[in-house]
């Protein structure tokens, strides 16, 4: 599906706070359509390569381009104004206000004039109840009833459709999946597989292989601050990506010294040959 | 941005309410302001009962009462509005009598135009805000001890700043008459002018949070500021025009009062803290933010009028306000809980 040019990419991006190197050499490339999925543990980086690609830091060195054009943010709102929407764990939504003053949260619908503007609550109600229901929530019908009343799932799927319905172009997910149980995550990912339908292009970042493999076209995988491997769908089986995951070291491994008396626990490469 | 549908001015702010009686309804109770109205009636029906053979339900007995809630009133709602949103601001204490003495001294001792003394109180009042804000969201202390600084910080400024301007820690101020009707006069049958600017002040209150654009951000910062700041919202800015607000409404409040009872003291008013928040809290208000209305905060600010000062107006004893108040605060803060945990599980039934 991925046409062409690549929505957004990095090439050879650094990123260091002083002396400490977070990131090196980072280049990606995520086109219409297509999903990439950002691998790591945690500590590898994800979270330092989010906020890079959403304007909140700067590269040091290396370049980002978007639709092949070298670009830089100014900061988050501009990459927002661009069209990088970014979704957190929790899904950046407030328990207790309302879905519909969520959904437009910081882009306010409004009535009236001057300083006699006033939100248009069935306004901002209306869209989004429509707009959530078209990613498949049917469950959400009153605009009013305030978030905290919903599930995870049903706010990451609120906080997706409101990028998409802010014409989002880039949907960066950071762990969406991470707190939910079974069904609530296959929901996430189903609201995935409908932001790449749409043309997105999806950055999913997650530490569970499984929601990974789910959705993903594309997949990379951090360790310590640099693509460790970076793969396309079906070139890589599951255990390989855990183990690439784990930092190299073979889940079998990690299994054995975990499984071993603690007294043997330094000895994992020894208790490796079970 | 934002579009505008063009919809005609006149038929604005009383909109939604009336076409769907079920759906305000229901709005109305999981309003945090349900339950500080509730308790609002309740204790207004217990006192007019105590208090019907003495004066409570007169025009004397009831202007008392709202007499006091207009002052506290109009200080408790920025106060709220930062309680709203994940602050607080303790230092309205100190910025009372700080305005208090700049009018009076500017005005009263120098003899300088009454305006001027109170434009300069409200400037100062600005000024202290305007620091909380700028030391809230420049650092990382929480603002429960910064606005503690500044309190103590403002009070022995205040006091020592008198002894050097005038040598004494109080002074009188005679305002000319205008003034004195504007600010501090008395209205049918013993209303003071604050009660009016108190109402004034609501209605702009309310429209600020509840239906400008600008509310939303207020809760979104309490709720959950990281994502206010990813959705664009001038975080660092609102807040320090919060408690710029909040300390401007306290300056308001200390000119109203100097010019009501013609004098002036330096002495901190700690009671008022403790006024403010109370106020908020049997409003409905959450500490930890997110949560709350403008209209919360008046019933609470009434109820505290009540028991505080109705009370002299009733056969129950004096001394008891402070309990009655103490058990009120509880009661409160355990029903906002079960009000909180409503309004989130609560959702109407299909259109």
């Known amino acids: ?274 | 941005m934002t579009d505008t549908t063009s919809t005609g001015g006149p038929a604005e702010s009383p909109r939604a309410e009336k076409p769907s009686p079920s759906l305000s309804l229901g709005e109305l109770m999981r309003s945090p302001a349900a339950g500080a109205f509730m308790g609002f009636a309740m204790v207004f029906i217990v006192f007019a009962i105590f208090g019907f053979q003495r004066n409570f339900l007169s025009v004397g007995g009831i202007s008392t009462w709202v007499n006091f809630a207009s002052t506290v009133g109009m200080i408790a709602i920025p106060v709220g509005f930062l309680m709203i949103a994940g602050e607080l601001d303790i230092s309205t204490g100190a910025v009372l009598p700080a305005s208090a003495m700049t009018v009076a001294v500017i005005s009263g001792y120098y003899e300088m135009p009454i305006m001027l003394g109170v434009c300069a109180a409200l400037s100062v009042g600005a000024l202290i805000g305007f620091i909380n804000g700028m030391i809230v969201t420049r650092t990382q202390v929480p603002s429960f001890i910064v606005t503690l600084a500044t309190l103590f910080a403002v009070a022995g400024l205040t006091l020592s700043l008198s002894i050097v301007f005038i040598n004494t820690t109080q002074t009188s101020l005679n305002a000319p008459d205008w003034a004195k009707t504007l600010f501090g006069g008395r209205l049918l049958g013993g209303f003071r002018s604050s009660v009016f600017w108190w109402i004034a002040m609501i209605v702009g209150f309310i429209f600020f949070l509840h239906k400008s654009p600008w509310g939303n951000w207020v809760f979104a910062l309490g709720g959950d500021q990281e994502s206010a700041r990813n959705a664009g919202i001038p975080v660092q800015r609102l807040k320090i025009g919060l408690f710029m607000l909040s300390s401007t409404s306290t300056a308001f409040a200390g000119v109203l009062q100097t010019i009501q009872f013609n004098a002036a003291t330096s002495q901190a008013n700690f009671g008022m803290i403790f006024n403010t928040i109370i106020a908020c809290v049997v409003g409905g208000l959450l500490l930890t933010g997110g949560f709350g209305t403008v209209m919360g905060i008046v019933f609470g600010t009434l109820t505290l009028g009540v028991v505080q000062q109705g009370i002299g107006y009733t056969e129950i004893d004096r001394n008891l306000s402070f309990l009655i108040i103490g058990v009120m605060l509880l009661i409160a803060v355990l029903m906002n809980d079960t009000f909180r945990k409503l309004a989130t599980s609560w959702s109407t039934k299909k259109k």
């Not at chain 1, 799932?153 to 997706?160: K, P």
């Open chain 1, 1 to 274: 599906m991925s046409s062409g040019t690549p929505v957004i990419e990095l090439r050879n991006v650094d990123k260091s706070f002083g002396p400490i190197d977070v990131l090196h050499e980072i280049s990606l490339k995520v086109g219409e359509g297509e999903v990439l999925c950002l691998l790591g543990d945690n500590g590898a980086g994800k979270s330092t390569l989010i906020k890079t690609l959403a304007g909140v830091h700067q590269p040091t060195r290396g370049e980002i381009l978007m639709d092949g054009q070298a670009t830089r943010f100014s900061g988050p709102r501009d990459a927002q104004a661009r069209g990088i929407a970014t979704v957190h764990q929790f899904g950046g939504t407030y328990p207790l206000m309302s879905i519909g003053r969520n959904f437009f949260m910081g882009m306010e619908p409004t009535r009236g004039f001057g300083p006699f503007r006033v939100f248009d609550r069935e306004k901002a109600n209306r869209i989004a109840v429509e707009e959530v229901q078209k990613m498949g929530i049917t469950r959400i019908t009153d605009g009013d009833r305030l978030v905290g009343g919903l599930s995870g799932g049903e706010r990451q799927s609120l906080a997706i459709a409101r990028a998409v319905y802010f014409g989002a172009r880039v949907l960066i997910l950071d762990e969406p999946t991470a707190a939910l149980g079974v069904k609530q995550a296959a929901h996430v990912l189903r609201i995935v597989n409908e932001a790449k339908r749409r043309g997105l292009a999806v950055i999913f970042i997650t530490h569970q292989v499984m929601h990974a493999m789910a959705v993903g076209d594309h997949f990379a995988v951090l360790i310590r601050g640099a693509i460790a491997a970076d793969f396309r769908k079906g070139e890589r089986t599951r255990e390989e990506i855990a183990d690439l995951m784990a930092g190299g070291e073979s889940m079998a491994d990690l299994e054995a010294s975990i499984e071993g008396p603690a007294d043997a626990a330094e000895g994992r490469t020894a208790a490796a040959p079970l």
